[in-house]
């Protein structure tokens, strides 16, 4: 089983910055892929990022291609999502999740075991 607890949410301006953390608990982290997830009000919750268990491979929705990075340090037991030239569309609650299958990239939730209670950010125009 893994624990996922999100961090570094907040309120800025828009083409601000931010990172937000994702910290795993127990030794099998790097057994694991890992996604960022978002959810605004009044709309489903849609995938922005994914990384196999490496880190060798990534992947992005078009939204925020070019804006974020994910990255992670199985050392930490950690995944990161650096957020970039912000936009309003972007304020949503922010949500990482695992992925039991290490190699994969997943873009759906259905392939997600595991859920942080999520980070709020807020982009202000």
């Known amino acids: 089983q893994v624990q996922l607890v999100e961090s570094g949410g907040g309120l800025v301006q828009a083409g601000g910055s931010l990172r937000l953390s994702c910290a795993a608990s127990?030794?099998?982290?790097?057994?694991?892929?890992m996604g960022w997830f978002r959810q605004a009000p009044g709309k489903e919750r849609e995938f922005v990022a994914a990384i196999n268990w490496s880190g060798s491979s990534t992947y992005y929705a078009d939204s925020v291609k070019g804006r974020f990075a994910i990255s992670r340090d199985n050392a930490k037991n950690t995944v990161y999502l650096q957020m970039n030239s912000l936009k309003p569309e972007d304020t949503a609650v922010y949500y990482c999740?695992?992925?039991?299958?290490?190699?994969?990239?997943?873009?759906?939730?259905?392939?997600?075991?595991?859920w942080g209670q999520g980070t709020q950010v807020t982009v202000s125009s």
């Open positions: 127990g030794r099998t982290f790097r057994r694991y892929a």
């Open positions: 999740a695992a992925d039991p299958t290490p190699l994969r990239i997943a873009t759906t939730l259905s392939a997600y075991d595991y």
